[in-house]
């Protein structure tokens, strides 16, 4: 479960207040908005990346609030990957693996794994160099999965994908879903996105969030 | 289509007139022919330098040979670059360049990489100032680098071991690290300001201490600008010679680089000589050109 209660946070000149929202366990939620209306901002409140000046934050009944975001547990999918440009593939899906200690044989198979699930197997020894846009979310996305994480948070990560491509990466997203469990909050600009995925809806408009659950 | 009015049905004119074709493509020659014009003549003047160095060179190795019995042999063993290595003087200032230029860019890439890092994804405040005081090195006079560094040494703690540095060998590469680290830590910083910093976000949501994700993933990304501070650090110490002359002296087989030599060549009225000190720096500089250039293309192609 994801569940925002009451946040403020201060960006500069920036700002958002009373920002609520809750996404039950399971369920994938999209946060919609405007270019520049503080989705992602709170998406990386949520990580952990940019800090909340008062409400709360809860994973799972956990508050988190105030916790360092490389313990929160969150996979993380930003805009247009942000890839790793010396690492391999494999190396992509091992790293948090590696970092949390996991030993060989299980990093080897959960490589194998996620590769399965997202169709990257064929590309496990290349370097992000001129994988195709949808190659490399799928990459960001086994990134983000790797460590089977509770809760996943997706920032706009279709939109820089061909029409053709957004609705592949749609489908393997509830495939995804299907497969890990993983309570999901994807951050879009995108309608078509947003009801191709959305169990609920969040729309932010003028720093005030409006649920629509099961659109 | 469509029932609304075109501008073509409703019969617009355009304003004014259209320039004729033959006057866009003159203007656009003449354009071009002005940049390549302009921006040629900078690349031949460094060429016809170093032509110059060359001929000069090749020059006074004919006359000199012309005048002996066994011209090949003579042209081979005393020209002015032979003459140049054979003496022990330059050999040791070669050597002396080569260590103090290493030892000042390792140290210089040392302080640039946390630096730059820190100017590039941090704020603080004084941030403004410390930028400001990283261009010091780079506007001031080197003389006066040079000359602030052994007032420097006056005073303590400086003051303790300025017998064993101050025109001793240390003082070269004090002086050659004082000014380059400062191209380094330009380097860099424009290295970090280049990387995503989302990248790090994302190592540090997968669990990485911020010394993990620096090292991890910041590092192995930076590490062709590493390379290339490294060079420009290099470079930049290897033509040092203001602030060594002041600061560390002139003295031949101690503090003499090769920027000296070329000096004290000339100060003796041996131009052949500094000629051919100067045309071994100039082979040093362009072959940690190629160098640099190879390890890059190689590294873009990865």
């Known amino acids: ?58 994973l799972a009944d956990e508050d988190v609030t105030h916790l360092n975001p490389a313990v929160r547990g969150i996979g993380y999918v930003p805009q247009d990957g942000a890839l790793f440009s010396r690492m391999s593939v494999r190396d992509h899906l091992a790293f948090a693996l590696h970092i949390r200690h996991v030993d060989r044989k299980t990093t080897e ?11 990257i197997t064929p590309l496990l020894e290349r370097t992000p160099l001129g994988l195709s846009g ?33 609705v592949q990466m749609c489908e393997l997203l509830n495939d995804v879903r299907r497969l890990t469990g993983v309570t999901t909050l994807h951050v879009t600009h995108n309608l078509d996105e947003a009801e191709r995925l959305a169990d609920c809806l969040f729309r932010l408009t003028d720093g005030k969030i409006e649920t629509k659950t099961n659109p | 289509m469509t029932s609304e009015p075109s501008a073509e049905s409703a019969g617009q004119r355009e304003y004014g007139r259209r320039r004729s074709l033959g006057s866009i493509k003159l203007s656009n020659a003449t354009f071009y022919a002005c940049l390549s014009i302009i921006g040629g003549t900078y690349v031949l003047l460094i060429i016809a330098m170093l032509l110059a160095d060359a001929t000069y060179m090749v020059d006074q190795t004919f006359k000199s040979a012309a005048k002996s019995p066994t011209p090949w042999q003579t042209a081979l063993s005393e020209n002015p670059i032979a003459t140049a290595f054979a003496d022990p003087k330059i050999r040791y200032s070669i050597w002396l360049s080569l260590v103090s230029c290493t030892l000042a860019a390792v140290i210089s890439l040392i302080v640039a990489v946390p630096m730059g890092y820190l100017l590039s994804r941090h704020q603080f405040p004084g941030k403004r100032l410390l930028d400001a005081v ?30 064993s540095i101050v025109y001793q060998v240390p003082a070269v590469v004090i002086a050659q690290f004082s000014v380059a680290c400062a191209f380094a830590v330009r380097t860099m ?17 997968l669990g990485c201490s911020r010394a993990q994700a620096f090292g991890r993933v910041v590092l192995p990304e930076a590490s062709r600008g590493m390379m290339t501070a490294f060079t420009l650090a290099w470079a ?67």
């Not at chain 1, 901002?41 to 008062?54: D, K, N, P, W």
């Not at chain 1, 086994?142 to 053709?164: I, M, Q």
């Not at chain 2, 010091?136 to 703690?157: A, C, W």
């Open chain 1, 1 to 58: 479960m994801i569940k925002v209660e009451n946040i403020s946070i201060r960006a500069g000149e920036f700002a958002l207040d009373d920002i609520s929202l809750r996404v039950p366990a399971g369920k994938y939620g999209v946060l919609m908005g405007k270019t520049g209306s503080g989705k992602t901002t709170i998406l990386e409140s949520i990580l952990g990346l940019r800090s909340v000046t008062s409400g709360r934050i809860r």
């Open chain 1, 109 to 119: 198979e959960r490589v194998r794994e996620l590769a399965d699930m997202l169709h």
């Open chain 1, 134 to 166: 949808g190659e490399r979310q799928r990459v960001a996305l086994g990134r983000a999965l790797s460590f089977r994480p509770r809760v996943l948070c997706l920032d706009e990560p279709l939109s820089a994908l061909d029409t053709d491509t957004r």
């Open chain 2, 134 to 163: 990283l261009d010091i090195p780079i506007v001031l006079p080197p003389l006066v680098v040079g000359l602030s560094l052994l007032i420097l040494f006056q005073f303590p703690p400086f003051a303790w071991f300025a017998r």
């Open chain 2, 189 to 205: 910083k424009s290295t970090f300001d280049h990387i995503d910093p989302r990248c790090e976000k994302v190592a540090v949501t």
């Open chain 2, 236 to 302: 930049r110490a290897l033509g040092e010679f203001g602030p060594l002359l002041i600061f560390a002296g002139a003295t031949r087989m101690k503090t003499e680089v090769l920027s000296t030599s070329v000096f004290l060549e000339m100060n003796v009225g041996n131009i052949e000589g500094a000629v051919a000190v100067s045309l071994i720096m100039v082979a040093a500089a362009i072959l940690v050109l190629i160098v640099t250039r190879v390890w890059g293309v190689r590294d873009v192609t990865l």
